[in-house]
T-cell receptor
Framework: AQTVTQSQPEMSVQEAETVTLSCTYD???????LFWYKQPPSRQMILVIR????KQQNATENRFSVNFQKAAKSFSLKISDSQLGDAAMYFC?????????????WGAGTKLIIKP | DGGITQSPKYLFRKEGQNVTLSCEQN?????MYWYRQDPGQGLRLIYY???????QKGDIAEGYSVSREKKESFPLTVTSAQKNPTAFYLC????????????????FGPGTRLTVL
């Protein structure tokens, strides 16, 4: 069974600096998607970035980028120029293909604190 | 504006009572999902539905029931059989495709906080 591990329960960073959140996963599949979601204090889950496993190029969305290492099964999120609004729980998720359906497997999350 | 709505935002349940959480989407998405979130944990899938009048159990379906009579609506009932229902419940939806490389990004509603009194 696929698993997703976020080894950092909490991270803190000074405003305007860069922070990297770690995510590792375990799978025997070759075709899959990986996601980072953000959950601010409002608790609504917001998609940050998505990576397709068959693409070697790392995905980028403005200040957010990923370092996707397929062989190492690693999918870290880098946030550049951190802003106060980035403070949230960040969840890594893997999209499996189970029973012909696509489902998400979630990590436990990393709480990101932004210091002003 | 397109989006997903959940109601109510807060819900209180007495012991032995069934309660229903509402989820509506106007994104024309085919698939809908219900997740449960407990403190310090990731999301766990309760039920999902790919098309109207069809749904599948997720990892923690016991004590829950769903229906999918309309494409836009996917209500979740928390029954008295669910022994520890206090949690945050999130509904999501996505475009469904059977293509291997089809997109399936899930978009979420604002959630419902259920508390057992």
């Amino acid at each position: 069974a696929q698993t997703v591990t976020q080894s950092q329960p909490e991270m803190s960073v000074q405003e305007a600096e860069t922070v990297t959140l770690s995510c590792t996963y375990d799978t025997s599949e070759s075709d899959y998607y990986l996601f980072w979601y953000k959950q601010p204090p409002s608790r609504q889950m917001i998609l940050v970035i998505r990576q397709e496993a068959y693409k070697q190029q790392n995905a980028t969305e403005n200040r957010f980028s990923v370092n996707f290492q397929k062989a190492a099964k690693s999918f870290s999120l880098k946030i550049s120029d951190s802003q106060l609004g980035d403070a949230a729980m960040y969840f890594c998720a893997y999209r499996t293909r189970r029973d012909s359906n696509y489902q998400l497997i979630w990590g436990a999350g990393t709480k990101l604190i932004i210091k002003p | 504006d397109g989006g997903i709505t959940q109601s109510p935002k807060y819900l209180f349940r007495k012991e032995g009572q069934n309660v229903t959480l509402s989820c509506e989407q106007n994104l024309n998405h085919d698939a809908m999902y219900w997740y449960r979130q407990d403190p310090g944990q990731g999301l766990r899938l309760i039920y999902y539905s790919q098309i109207v009048n069809d749904f599948q159990k997720g990892d923690i379906a016991e004590g829950y029931s769903v229906s999918r009579e309309k494409k836009e609506s996917f209500p979740l009932t928390v029954t008295s059989a669910q022994k520890n229902p206090t949690a945050f419940y999130l509904c999501a939806s996505s475009m469904w495709t059977s293509a291997i490389r089809g997109t399936d990004t899930q978009y979420f509603g604002p959630g419902t906080r259920l508390t057992v009194l």
